[in-house]
Nanobody, 119 residues
Framework: QVQLVESGGGSVQPGGSLRLSCAAS????????MSWYRQAPGKERELVAA???????NYADSEKGRFTISRDNAKNTAYLQMYSLKPEDTAVYYC?????????????WGPGTQVTVSS
């Protein structure tokens, strides 16, 4: 059994910062690409940032320069550092990962963490 658990969400004023964490645990051989998605009320889930195991990152255009994804392979953990937050960043943020368990690579989602940006 594999679990992804996000943490670090909360409420912040516009212009503030938050750091999200996503920890993978369970019967893990290798954690491949780890990604952050978000879903705002009434909108579809969208990719925010992704990072391969080797450290190659890509970002949605709207987050370039404001968000930074990183990971610690030894801890099977990914991070999303968010700066200059805007009200439109308000959403549930989800962690996603491709994980090799045994002999299969499966895709997993965390339950999500709420980020609210409001004055």
């Amino acid at each position: 059994q594999v679990q992804l658990v996000e943490s670090g969400g909360g409420s912040v004023q516009p212009g503030g910062s938050l750091r999200l964490s996503c920890a993978a645990s369970g019967s893990i051989s290798i954690v491949n690409t780890m990604s952050w998605y978000r879903q705002a009320p009434g909108k579809e889930r969208e990719l925010v940032a992704a990072m391969t195991r080797g450290g190659s990152a890509n970002y949605a255009d709207s987050e370039k320069g404001r968000f930074t994804i990183s990971r610690d392979n030894a801890k099977n953990t990914a991070y999303l550092q968010m700066y200059s937050l805007k009200p439109e960043d308000t959403a549930v943020y989800y962690c996603n990962a491709d994980i090799l368990t045994g002999w299969r690579v499966l895709n997993y989602w965390g339950p999500g963490t709420q980020v609210t940006v409001s004055s």
